[in-house]
C-alpha cells in the first residue's frame, strides 16, 4: 500500500506571487479531494484527511479504470 501524501492546502492572497517557483490552480467550486487506489477500489479524502462518502461510487468508478 502506497503512503499517503499530503494535499497543498490553498491560500487566501491579495496578490499573485511571482516567480518561476509557483504553480497556480483555479478553484471555481465545489470540492477538493485526493483519490486513493487501493486494488481498483477508490476512495477519497478530504483536504483534512476526512472521507468523502458521498464520492464512494465515483472514485470506485475511476479506480476500476486505472491502469495503475
Known sequence: MLPQIDPI???LVRDVPRGG???YEL???GSR???YDEEH???FLSK???PMRRFD???NAIARELPA
Do not use: E, Q
Open 33 to 35: 479531494g485526493t483519490l
Open 21 to 23: 517557483d509557483w504553480l
Open 48 to 50: 483534512t484527511k476526512k
Open 57 to 59: 461510487s465515483l472514485a
Open 41 to 43: 477500489r477508490g476512495r
Open 9 to 11: 492546502l490553498p491560500k
Open 27 to 29: 478553484k471555481l467550486d
